[in-house]
């Protein structure tokens, strides 16, 4: 968590606090897996870590996105938790396969790699169509989780939300098509 | 007042419902108003302005609840009031069409959720047979209701310019709002292909009015409106309507019945189902309205059945069900490259403030009858909804997902369905709800002259789309699913002659005289816009009429 103390983030004092007890909040977050057993827990943490990365703003970690989907997968339905599981087999099957191990153990260029392959939209293998599929989601999921956080909210920049007199949204630019 | 006895009977509280309730209490008659779900605490029950994260699946529905409603979109909050499935009240469509029903249970009904867009028909909306042939005209024109149109927008307030576009007169207005980057962008682009726009009217009031404080821009309507900004029935309806002393509101009352006089044929009451207790009640009025939004209306009309109405209430002309009706929705978003790189500011505003409209009016060589529009809107939303059409992840893709933050344009056309008579309800025979009522069983699918609009509307897109430089763009393939509009019209319409419809053109049924209908039902065409404006004035004009009848008038 050491953006929040001095990272070029964090403009100010006012807003490092506030985000700092904000931290302190979703910090209640975490609680005893619901979903996860501790070697997926590993693994959706690394991946989110790599989809949104802590890179001197904040990332997937610093909001506890792998506690909140636990939470949203121990909530959701049969069909959705086996999907996910299938994916996260998908995953490591493919990792033992390329580089002979799992994918948490993988070295940091691996994961990308592997990341990469199944990411891209030009990959038509059929063979990683499932490993796509997976992506696809838990991008999805991770983006979803980040974004609504308190600190995700904020690293947008987003502005509403609020109380204004006027609307203070008019253009004012001459903007060219 | 009497307990179980009242001047009217109002079966329904939202946009109808409560402005017949809200003007006839302040006339002095006396009110019963019945509503099919809960009420709510305006202190305690809507989440305003509360954050994602304050919600625990951050302000989405609940996967579970999801997955059983796979149609159901919107906050946490506005789905514990609206709904699509229901395995207490649930409704049937014909094989291999499935409609999706958005229904709601509550007081002050589905305007508490609305788009708020309020545009009035033009005199050709009135008069679609004389324009092109096809379907009835109504039997008001646009001079009939435009008095009422104004006084609606009056009461409610409604932001807006007066714009002299030929496809929708001018009404009375609060200050509309100046576009942010997004929409000046979009009226460029309409403007290069020859489309035209206008400021969006909408019921947003942009300075204090009326004793209610203006909009304060958050733009979180729908988790309902601290200071009853925009308009809703809830906020701004009922609670004079209460403060006559003339009205009593029953919530969670099931309404299935309109009991009738054997010898006169008249309506006495209703008889309703109360939900939480289960148990069977009565109310009897002079009057009865019926304001429940066109399905639930037909459904209670259908039902209603008797010795001298077998078939049900108002029905000798067959044509209660008949001439369903609603838009046809075909969406397309995509990303401005001209927006890129932008520091965020607070432009969400009042959601939208673009309509291209009709510009087709007078053309016979489109292939096509009638016409449609397209309602745009972009700005810094508080989720980036674009982040799914970016490729890659880690660093990268954060940076894209700023750099693209707030370009994103989105557009929403709602195309006129026309009457057929392949689109029809009626009651299931073998459905029921959790009470016994029978099932509404819905029929409707888009024909040959939607579809033909429809890829009009898809070529328009793209025409659109490239003037405008999107990136990422989704242009779409086909309509949104039946029942996507939330615009259901017909059912019970409008006419001079009792053997082709329901209703005069004041709700009055022709076959029992102190029986109104008032919401969309009425309708004889669909036209493309957006519905609620022309509902309320109908039932503004109705509820004169109401009052010379309890007077013995009419």
Redesign the interface.
């Known amino acids: 968590m050491g953006w929040v103390a001095g990272s070029a983030f964090v403009a100010d004092q006012a807003l490092a606090d506030h985000i700092h007890k904000h931290l302190a909040v979703e910090a209640q977050l975490p609680r005893q897996p619901q979903f996860f057993p501790e070697q997926a827990w590993k693994t959706v943490f690394r991946l989110t870590d790599l989809i949104l990365p802590s890179d001197g703003t904040p990332g997937a970690r610093d909001v506890a996105v792998t506690e909140f989907l636990d939470y949203y997968l121990a909530n959701s339905t049969d069909a959705a938790k086996a999907s996910f599981r299938q994916g996260l087999d998908w995953l490591d099957a493919t990792a033992q396969a390329k580089f002979g191990k799992a994918f948490v153990d993988l070295a940091e260029d691996q994961q990308t790699a592997l990341l990469t392959l199944i990411s891209s939209p030009a990959n038509r293998d059929p063979g990683d169509l499932q490993g796509k599929q997976f992506f696809s989601t838990l991008r999805q999921m991770t983006v979803f989780a980040f974004y609504t956080s308190k600190i995700g909210i904020q690293s947008l920049g987003f502005k509403g939300n609020t109380f204004v007199a006027e609307f203070p949204g008019s253009c004012t630019h001459q903007h060219e098509l | 007042m009497p307990e179980k006895s009242f001047d009217v009977i109002v079966v329904g509280s939202g946009a109808s419902g409560g402005l017949v309730a809200h003007e006839l209490t302040r006339a002095g008659a006396t009110v019963c108003l019945l509503e099919a779900g809960p009420n709510r605490d305006k202190e305690k029950d809507f989440p305003y302005?509360k954050?994602?994260?304050e919600f625990?699946?951050?302000?989405q529905v609940?996967?579970?609840e999801q997955?059983a409603s796979p149609y159901l979109t919107g906050s946490a909050y506005s789905a514990q009031y609206l709904f699509t499935q229901s395995d207490k009240e649930p409704y049937t469509c014909a094989d291999g069409k499935h409609y999706n029903w958005w229904r709601s249970r509550c007081v002050g009904g589905r305007v508490h959720f609305w788009g708020r867009i309020c545009w009035r028909l033009n005199e050709h909306d009135f008069k679609p047979h004389s324009y092109d042939g096809a379907g009835v005209d109504w039997p008001i024109s646009y001079a009939d209701l435009a008095p009422y149109y104004e006084r609606v927008e009056r009461l409610i307030g409604v932001c807006g310019e007066k714009e002299n576009h030929p496809d929708t007169p001018d009404g009375v207005y609060l200050p509309g709002?100046?576009?942010?980057?997004n929409?000046?962008?979009i009226r460029?682009?309409a403007e290069?292909i020859g489309v035209g726009w206008i400021t969006t009217r909408k019921a947003h009031l942009?300075r204090d009015y009326n004793g209610y404080a203006?909009c304060?821009?958050?733009?979180?309507c729908g988790n309902g409106c601290e200071t009853g900004s925009y308009f809703n029935s809830y906020d701004r309806l009922l609670p004079p309507a209460m403060k006559t002393g003339k009205m009593r509101m029953i919530v969670n009352a099931l309404v299935h019945d309109i009991m009738v006089d054997p010898k006169t044929g008249l309506a006495t009451g209703v008889s309703y189902m109360d939900k939480v207790h289960n148990s069977e009640y009565k109310v009897y009025g002079k009057l009865v309205v019926v304001a429940g939004g066109t399905l639930h209306s037909a459904r209670l009309l259908l039902g209603s059945r008797s010795r001298l109405y077998p078939n049900g209430i108002a029905n000798s002309s067959g044509q209660v069900g008949r001439n369903f009706m609603e838009h046809v929705d075909v969406d397309g978003n995509g990303l401005l490259p001209?927006?890129r790189n932008r520091?965020?500011?607070?432009?969400?505003?009042?959601g939208s403030t673009t309509i291209i409209p009709w510009n087709g009016w007078g053309r016979k060589d489109l292939g096509f009858l009638r016409g449609y529009h397209i309602e745009a809107s972009g700005?810094?939303?508080?989720?980036?909804s674009h982040?799914?059409v970016l490729?890659?992840?880690?660093?990268s893709?954060?940076k894209q997902?700023?750099a693209w933050?707030g370009t994103r344009v989105g557009f929403h056309a709602h195309l006129e369905m026309l009457p057929d008579e392949r689109n029809f309800v009626e009651l299931d025979s073998r459905v029921k709800d959790a009470w016994g009522i029978p099932a509404l069983k819905i029929n409707l699918d888009f024909h040959d002259n939607e579809w033909k609009m429809i890829r009009h509307a898809i070529e328009r897109y793209k025409e659109l789309f490239h003037?405008?430089?999107l990136e990422h763009a989704d242009i779409p393939a086909g309509p949104l699913y039946r029942g996507a509009s939330i615009h259901e019209l017909g059912t019970s319409r409008m006419g001079a002659d009792p053997k082709t419809s329901v209703v005069n053109s004041f709700g009055q049924a022709h076959d029992v005289k102190n029986l109104y209908v008032v919401d969309g039902s009425i309708f004889c065409s669909a036209t493309h816009k957006n519905p609620t404006l022309t509902i309320m004035a109908l039932a503004l004009r109705a509820s004169e009429h109401m009052q010379e009848r309890l007077k013995g008038k009419a």
């Open positions: 302005h954050w994602p994260y625990p699946f951050r302000g609940p996967p579970l997955a709002l100046k576009p942010n980057c929409e000046t962008l460029k682009g290069k942009t203006a304060h821009y958050c733009a979180r001209q927006l520091t965020p500011i607070n432009d969400e505003g009042i700005n810094f939303g508080m989720f980036p982040a799914g490729p890659g992840f880690g660093s893709y954060k997902i700023l933050h003037a405008l430089r």
